[in-house]
């Protein structure tokens, strides 16, 4: 979720939820959050038509948060709305997670996608096949080498 977002539903502004942020900078590892690129954010721009920089927008990309760091923001922003709030988002996480694993078909369907993914790189680029080839080379065992010389049984 993006810092604008979470600011929102906590009814804090955007600047204050990341002042806190960078405060507890500790509590918040990669893992947790992450701030857009520069190419991320104008493309998120132009998909939701957010304001330009020049007529007052935001001048800096958002911070994106993770379910754990939606969930350690609850200790930085302490106050009940923040607590009502993140309980609130972990139980649509939860049941997220529940949709996406209740459905009976979604490991055939990443498999199928997995050789859909593999027929393209065999047939369209060249150059990433040889690289596989050349992993799969390096994965497997070496094989044993005929020994040259005198046999000393």
């Not at 929102?8 to 405060?23: G, M």
């Not at 500790?26 to 957010?50: C, G, H, V």
């Not at 330009?52 to 800096?60: E, K, L």
């Not at 150059?127 to 005929?146: F, G, H, M, T, Y």
């Amino acid at each position: 979720m993006l810092d604008s977002d979470l600011a929102q539903l906590y009814e804090v502004p955007t600047h204050r939820l990341n002042e806190a942020v960078k405060r507890n900078s500790k509590r918040f590892p990669p893992e947790f959050m992450f701030q857009l690129t520069y190419d991320e954010w104008d493309n998120l721009r132009s998909q939701f038509a957010i304001s330009n920089t020049s007529r007052g927008g935001r001048r800096f990309a958002p911070y994106a948060f993770t379910e754990h760091g939606v969930s350690m923001l609850s200790t930085v922003l302490n106050s009940e709305r923040a607590i009502e709030i993140n309980i609130q988002i972990m139980r649509t996480f939860v049941q997220l997670r529940h949709y996406v694993l209740d459905k009976p078909d979604t490991n055939a369907q990443i498999s199928e996608l997995r050789k859909l993914l593999m027929l393209y790189i065999e047939k369209n680029d060249k150059r990433v096949n040889d690289i596989i080839i050349a992993l799969n080379n390096l994965i497997e065992q070496p094989k044993s080498a005929k020994r040259i010389g005198f046999n000393n049984d």
